[in-house]
């Protein structure tokens, strides 16, 4: 295989790029672009080469405009990289704006009438006469506006070398069994690869070449992974509420329980799911279904979260299990409703008023989005508390390539829920005594028979028996016993992991950032720089945590907002260590890259 | 209601019910309401219908949000399950416990305020979902906990202790709840016991949400004499629709519905509701005429009460979600969990 990696040179110098650039596809929203996109993206894919995608999508149905970059890398960083080797502009609205923001010697295919080849004589311009070709190609008017978009699938994949069947294996996968459109699409890109073939020049300035780096993966996103979790993990009551960018873990969840979740015997369904009237309701259903010894779920963005923290607040001093996902988007406000960022994470923290904290998990790849959602579940339980599961917009509706899921073998944990026999069996039981120590009391599930085990749940004051109380002692000891069963989820929760360099400076990062992150060391370390990563993956901190915030002498904190949300969790926790702390941050919307970390980092190091 | 203490020697032993239970095993804790309070005398009735029932205590579930007639699932049924919520949020605590567990049988307590200003969004939904569960709004037109602000069933007009009078018009729960497509709906008034007694009976054996509107005067903030939600106002203004008569599904081959004037309304389980009317003209399963009727009352400013519209037959939400018969809370592992080759199929789907 490396044989054919060998780069040719171009006139110039400049070597071809092979397997390593970005496209940037600039289009209108509801054009039937994101099947376009997908199935460019697969095709590199199936030729074996690291992909990944982002959609830069407007808070829109139709008529605004949308990006969608697709990263090839060799190497495997899948981070979103900021500079474009290729651009391809449907957008008359964009086209003047993006041909500005263009990187020099990138090459641009644009819709001839755009007639952009005058704005800048440092791009290479390929016009292509869309219009005629689809016409050509596609025999009803009505359909050109969506298979317009899959001719420049063929002009792209002409110029870079991309085998045609496995474009139109891409359409096919994309468009499962639905043969007409299969056709229709598969002659638009073909009438773009053959109309390529004929009137463009060849090109060596950025190209693909067949790999096997992407054999046995699959490409899915962070929400379908979530809910796949969430179906493995056996969970029967689920309360939600439309929101960009989390509504696609639920439906993907609906969609996946009509086919896994019906009882083989009767037909039934073995799981609630029911659309609320708001994320209030939503978070009433979830508690109290955990109360009842449902497992149950939400998925909302940060929006939600505000109005569920009431509710998150009850569950906390009740001790009701629920796992709630977060699929963080731009904040605050509406904010950018299809923008990404990690602006939650002090809101998630301590949702709610008064002291309380939470259980957090931080997936940072498609892996552990599928595997820490089966887990929340089970932590719900074990702690009889709200989980959040907090996500991203671009972990969770942006395409990523992954080694297919393991399957889940550990049982479920129930946790402490006292069966009719036990509860006979017990002399003395309170909801909330703590009898083993670890701040985790023994819960009773509601219908239980044989008269024993029945208590007053109450938001309200309370003692070890559940009585209401206002007195002091009583108050502190449920207080004060709740922050040691905090304590004891340190050791239940995802430990961090590491790729160390060997350095005493460290770089710590959760989520999303993951990739770019592990792309930054890499330049950083080739410039001199190198540094020790942790990326977190829990709150509470766990003793790895504790470890590498002692033994580093500075730690950039990279995270995706303004205020570095995740070091002041870190300078409140550490307050000895608080002057290490340094944040590294992103939040424009657009999902981090890999050089706003490098420079930030080197400038900090030239202090 | 007897005062014979069980320890006390030679007194007759307590009456039982069906499944072996006194009254005694029906209470709660001691109310800590004010003395008068209508809600105690509802929370009475509760602990009799259910008595009278042969409720399986165990199988109940209490739920409230906040307010004065939030405390009372405390006050009944210590051996069911009680859950004290958030103010307005009562509905959707109910939905999802009932949703974990379909054998439960469910019990929201809210106000007027709760239920009706906070808490209304809730209400509707789950209204228009029938959730499975006797929805009691304690209604008596004040925030008592607060000590005494209007709430929104305060008449138009209507006067404060203080002088202040409420320029807005009320809400109406049970019109609402009709017009939502609540398959049960009643009014009571806590001075009137024996009404209040069968239509909650009734309310057990019904499967989806019974809206029960019942005026509960408050007598610390709201019983003055300017007062429209006063006892001495409401029993004046009191028009109860008919003679009910409730007989549960195990008694119906032992007791006999006299013919002629009484109308007779079947549930699912076989138990019957036996109407009679006062009113003249009035039909309980026109949901139509029955709007009209209130509507006109309440123009006249008189209360209508009993039940104001009855279907039995929709489904409640478990059924329409089509859940298993099982509690989904009870299920286990090997049930819920896909195999291993459900998964690889799904990844192979994504390769």
């Known amino acids: 295989m490396t044989a054919t990696l060998a780069a ?187 109309w390529a073939m004929e009137n463009l020049p060849d090109q060596d300035q950025v190209k693909v070449v067949r790999d096997n780096k992407t054999q046995g993966l699959i490409i899915v996103d962070g929400n379908e992974a979530c809910a796949l979790g969430a179906l493995f993990a056996g969970v029967t ?113 301590k949702c709610s008023h008064g002291d309380t904290q939470h259980i957090n998990l931080y997936p940072g790849n498609m892996e552990e989005c599928f595997q820490f959602s089966y887990d929340a579940f089970d932590l719900a339980e074990r702690f009889q508390t709200p989980i959040f599961v907090v996500t991203d917009l671009d972990l969770g509706m942006q395409n990523w390539s992954s080694k297919p899921f393991a399957y889940p073998t550990k ?84 430990k961090p992991v590491f790729r160390n360099l060997g350095s005493d400076k460290g770089v710590l990062a959760f989520g999303s950032s993951d990739p770019a992150v592990i792309e930054a060391q890499d330049i950083l370390a080739a410039a001199g720089l190198k540094t020790d990563y942790l990326r977190l993956r829990a709150l509470p901190f766990t003793a790895e945590v504790d470890a590498f915030v002692k033994a580093k002498q500075v730690v950039y904190v990279v995270e995706q907002n303004r205020d570095g949300q995740l070091a002041n969790i870190f300078r409140e926790t550490y307050p000895e260590f608080a002057t290490k702390f340094k944040s590294v941050l992103h939040y424009d919307g657009y999902a981090i890259d890999a050089k706003c970390i490098v420079d930030q980092i080197t400038a900090f190091e030239q202090k | 209601m007897s005062t014979a203490t069980p320890s006390a020697p030679n007194t007759p032993a307590a009456p039982t019910n069906k499944l072996g239970f006194t009254k005694q095993d029906y209470v709660g804790s001691k109310s800590t309401l004010c003395a008068g309070c209508g809600h105690d005398a509802i929370t009475a009735q509760i602990i009799n219908a259910a008595f009278e029932s042969s409720i399986e205590g165990y199988r109940v579930t209490k739920y409230s949000g906040i307010g004065c007639s939030s405390k009372t699932p405390a006050y009944f049924m210590n051996q069911g399950w009680g859950f004290n919520s958030v103010h307005g949020r009562m509905p959707s605590i109910a939905t999802g416990a009932s949703l974990a567990n379909r054998n439960l049988i469910n019990i929201g307590v809210s106000g007027d305020g709760d239920s009706m200003s ?150 699912p389980d076989g138990s019957k509701v036996a109407i009679k009317a006062i009113h003249e003209g009035y039909d309980p399963t026109d949901r139509f005429g029955a709007m009209k009727a209130i509507h006109e009352s309440m123009a006249k400013g008189e209360f209508l009460t009993g039940l104001l519209y009855i279907n039995p037959t929709q489904p409640p939400l478990p059924q ?32």
């Open chain 1, 8 to 194: 040719p040179t171009k006139p110039g110098g400049a070597k071809t790029r092979i397997n390593d650039f970005s496209i940037q596809v600039a289009t209108v929203n509801g054009s039937g672009s994101q099947t376009a996109n997908t199935v460019l993206l697969r095709a590199i894919f199936q030729m074996g080469v690291f992909v990944s995608g982002k959609n830069l999508f407007p808070s829109n149905i139709a008529g605004l405009p949308t990006w969608f970059t697709i990263r090839a890398s060799a190497k495997g960083y899948v981070a979103r990289k900021a500079s474009n080797e290729m651009l391809i502009l449907m957008n008359p609205e964009t086209a003047k704006e993006d041909i500005a923001k263009a990187d020099p010697g990138a090459l641009v295919i644009y819709d001839e009438p755009l007639q952009l080849d005058k704005l800048r004589n440092d791009l290479s311009f390929t016009p292509v006469p869309f219009q005629k070709l689809v016409t050509a190609s596609c025999p009803e008017p009505k359909l050109h506006k969506l298979v317009k978009n899959m001719i420049y699938v063929g002009v792209a994949s002409r110029l870079l070398g991309i085998d045609m069947e496995e474009v139109k294996k891409a359409i096919a996968k994309q468009l499962k069994g639905k043969t007409k459109a299969v056709e229709l699409n598969q002659n638009a890109v073909m009438a773009g690869y053959d």
């Open chain 2, 320 to 351: 329409v979600l089509n859940l298993v018969d099982e509690p989904l809370a009870s299920l286990d592992e090997t049930l819920l969990k896909p195999s291993p080759a459900v998964l690889d199929e799904i990844m192979q789907a994504l390769m």
């Open chain 1, 411 to 494: 049982p479920y944990d129930r946790g402490k829920v006292l069966n009719q026999q036990q509860l006979a069996e017990i002399k003395d039981w309170g909801r909330y005594k703590d009898v083993d120590g670890d701040g985790i009391c023994y819960r009773s599930l509601p219908g239980t028979p044989g008269g024993k085990g029945a208590y007053f749940t109450r938001g309200s004051g309370h003692n070890d028996y559940a009585q209401y109380s206002e007195k002091p002692e009583d108050y502190v000891a449920v207080v004060d016993r709740l922050k040691r069963k905090y304590e004891t989820a340190k050791t239940h929760v995802p």
């Open chain 2, 118 to 267: 906070i808490g209304m969004g809730q209400f509707v939904h789950a209204v228009r979902r029938n959730i499975p569960m006797i929805y009691i709004i304690e209604d008596n037109g004040v925030y008592g906990l607060t000590k005494g602000q209007f709430s929104a069933t305060a008449d138009k007009g209507a006067h404060l202790k203080s002088g202040a009078v409420n320029d807005l018009p009320p809400i109406d729960p049970c019109t609402l709840a009709i017009e939502l497509g609540c398959g049960f709906v009643a009014r009571c008034f806590s001075g009137n016991p024996k009404q209040l007694n069968t239509i909650l009976k009734a309310a057990f054996a019904y499967e989806g949400t019974v809206v029960l509107d019942v005026i509960s005067p408050c007598v610390t903030f709201n019983n003055h004499d300017a007062s429209t939600r006063s006892y001495k106002h409401v029993k004046d203004h009191d028009f109860p629709l008919h003679d009910l008569g409730f007989v549960q599904y195990s008694e119906v081959e032992d007791v006999e519905i006299p013919a002629g004037q009484t109308e007779v309304v079947t549930f």
């Open chain 1, 237 to 349: 009551v689920v309360g939600w509420y439309p929101i960009t960018p989390a509504s696609s873990l639920v439906e993907t969840f609906i969609e996946y329980a009509e086919e896994y979740r019906k009882d083989p015997k009767t037909g039934k369904s073995t799981v609630a799911i029911v659309q609320m009237e708001d994320e209030l309701a939503s978070a009433g259903v979830v508690l109290s279904a955990g109360w009842a010894g449902a497992r149950s779920m939400t998925s909302t963005a940060g929006p939600g979260v505000s109005l569920m923290s009431e509710f998150i607040g009850l569950g906390y001093y009740v001790e009701a299990p629920g796992v709630f996902f977060n699929v963080a988007r731009t904040g605050p406000s509406t904010g950018l409703p299809t923008r990404t960022q990690q602006s939650d994470v002090e809101l998630c923290a």
